[in-house]
């Protein structure tokens, strides 16, 4: 199976200040379609997850434009330009590009 | 508005069957391919289970072939996982998810089921 490796795992930041997430894939997620099918996830405390990013770098509707993905192949990238309160919770990336289907460990990210 | 909702969580002993249910509205769900996902407390989310659209296509993790099975009924829009043989690790709050990879994502509030004597 395709291991879905995530770092930092725990990722205290400054409210206004940038973060960063990544995660690599054990295998390039390019489909045979050409696309490559890499979601990230936010889960909120004591909440469902919610996609943030389809496709790499597709925003989902509603999150705010702090938020970006990017990357290709096997490495890929997490980012949110100023970090605010509500952003507390943990994230991850989930390829879905091969069976079965892989989430990385989760990304804490915590207030400093 | 889409809303997945599970059903079905309970405690039961190791070694127990149990059989969760999701029920959907707000979707076309017999065009949507559904999986289960979980999440032991504390830990991370583990993808379980995938049916296709039809239910003629299913894929298993490792953790769960042999003892879980997914189903779905897109007459009454549900979607089933029956549990069997359950361990202690099996643990975690399940949710049904469409994760979303050429559309929209959307999941539950999920169930929880615990597997203890």
């Known amino acids: 199976e395709v291991v879905m490796t995530q770092s930092p795992l725990s990722l205290p930041v400054t409210l206004g200040q940038p973060a960063s997430i990544s995660c690599r894939s054990s295998q390039s997620l390019v489909y045979s379609d050409g696309n490559t099918y890499l979601n990230w996830f936010q889960q909120r405390p004591g909440q469902s997850p919610r996609r943030l990013i389809y496709?790499?770098?597709n925003r989902d509707s509603g999150v705010p434009d702090r938020f970006s993905g990017s990357g290709s192949g096997t490495d890929f990238t997490l980012k949110i330009s100023r970090v605010e309160a509500e952003d507390v919770g943990v994230y991850y990336c989930?390829?879905?590009?091969?069976?079965?289907?892989?989430f990385g460990q989760g990304t804490k990210l915590e207030i400093k | 508005e889409v809303q997945l909702v599970e059903s079905g969580g309970a405690l039961v002993q190791p070694g127990g069957s149990l059989r969760l249910s999701c029920a959907a509205s707000g979707l076309t769900f017999s065009s949507s391919g559904i999986n289960w996902v979980r999440q032991a407390p504390g830990k991370g989310l583990e993808w379980l289970s995938y049916i296709s659209s039809s239910g003629t296509t299913m894929y298993y993790a490792d953790s769960v072939k042999g003892r879980f099975t997914i189903s779905r009924d897109n007459a009454k829009n549900s979607l089933f996982l029956q549990m069997h043989s359950l361990r202690a690790e099996d643990t975690a709050v399940y949710y049904c998810?469409?994760?979303?990879?050429?559309?929209?994502?959307?999941w539950g509030q999920g169930t929880l089921v615990t597997v203890s004597s």
């Open positions: 998810a469409r994760l979303g990879f050429k559309g929209s994502s959307y």
């Open positions: 496709k790499v770098s």
């Open positions: 989930l390829q879905g590009t091969h069976w079965p289907r892989t």
